[in-house]
């Protein structure tokens, strides 16, 4: 069992940064591909950033991709999502989830991260508000 809490959300201005938190519990983090996803009022989630069990391998939705970094610390049980020049479409909960990940001699497709259904464990999610 792994249980997922971010942290970090909040409210800033168009043009600022955030960094997101996800803290895992258990002693197998390391075992886990590492998936951010949003959601907005009345849209579907979708796809953030996804990292490798070993932090080696990033990959961004294209709404992202150039203003969002993803990176973990195994150590620490903990996966971030730094979030820079901020617009109010970026306005959704984050929420992050962990896929267990057996092959650790492989190196995933970004079609392994879309894939929602195969996450094994979510958190609650963060808000994050960008104002205009």
């Known amino acids: 069992q792994v249980q997922l809490v971010e942290s970090g959300g909040g409210v800033v201005q168009a043009g600022d940064s955030l960094r997101l938190s996800c803290a895992a519990s258990?002693?197998?983090?390391?075992?886990?591909?590492m998936g951010w996803f949003r959601q907005a009022p009345g849209k579907e989630r979708e796809f953030v950033a996804g990292i490798s069990w070993s932090g080696n391998t990033t990959y961004y939705g294209s709404s992202v991709k150039g203003r969002f970094t993803c990176s973990r610390d195994n150590a620490k049980n903990t996966v971030y999502l730094q979030m820079n020049s901020l617009k109010p479409e970026d306005t959704a909960v984050y929420s992050c989830?962990?896929?267990?990940?057996?092959?650790?001699?492989?190196?995933?497709?970004?079609?392994?991260?879309?894939?929602?259904?195969?996450?094994?464990?979510w958190g609650q999610g963060t808000q994050v508000t960008v104002s205009s």
């Open positions: 989830a962990a896929r267990f990940d057996r092959r650790h001699d492989l190196t995933r497709s970004i079609l392994y991260y879309l894939q929602q259904a195969e996450y094994n464990y």
């Open positions: 258990g002693r197998t983090f390391s075992s886990y591909a």
